[in-house]
Nanobody, 119 residues
Framework: QVQLVESGGGLVQPGGSLRLSCAASGSTSTIYVMAWYRQAPGKQREPVAAINRGGEATYVDSVKGRFTISIDNAKNTVYLQMNSLKPEDTADYYC?????????????WGQGTLVTVSS
C-alpha cells in the first residue's frame, strides 16, 4: 500500500509564495498519477493540479499561471509551487495518489495541510 506525507502549509500574505511537498512511500511503483486537491470550509473538495510520471501536468483554471506542480520520480515526491497567492486560495490542501496493479485500483489521500492567505 501507498502512504503519503505532506508538508509546507502555513500562513502567507496576499501576493506571497508557498511550496507544498508530498512524499510517497510503500508500493510506489503502482502510482501512475499524483495530484493536489483543496477544500475550503463549507465547500466541496476540488482538484487543483495533477501530474503523471512523464511530467505532463494539468491545472484548474483558477490557478493557471500561478501554481506549478512537479514530480521527482527518484524521490517519489510531488510538489506544488504556489505564487501570487490570493485570499480565495485559503483551504486545506490534500495530496492524492492514484495507483493500479493487475488486480486492484486505489486512491490514497494525505492528511491535509492548511494554507491561509491573509494580511
Amino acid at each position: 500500500q501507498v502512504q503519503l506525507v505532506e508538508s509546507g502549509g502555513g500562513l502567507v500574505q496576499p501576493g506571497g509564495s508557498l511550496r507544498l511537498s508530498c512524499a510517497a512511500s510503500g508500493s510506489t511503483s503502482t502510482i501512475y498519477v499524483m495530484a493536489w486537491y483543496r477544500q475550503a470550509p463549507g465547500k466541496q473538495r476540488e482538484p487543483v493540479a495533477a501530474i503523471n510520471r512523464g511530467g505532463e501536468a494539468t491545472y484548474v483554471d483558477s490557478v493557471k499561471g500561478r501554481f506549478t506542480i512537479s514530480i521527482d520520480n527518484a524521490k517519489n515526491t510531488v510538489y506544488l509551487q504556489m505564487n501570487s497567492l490570493k485570499p480565495e486560495d485559503t483551504a486545506d490542501y490534500y495530496c492524492n495518489s492514484k495507483t493500479a496493479s493487475v488486480s486492484r485500483y486505489a486512491e490514497v489521500w494525505g492528511q491535509g495541510t492548511l494554507v491561509t492567505v491573509s494580511s
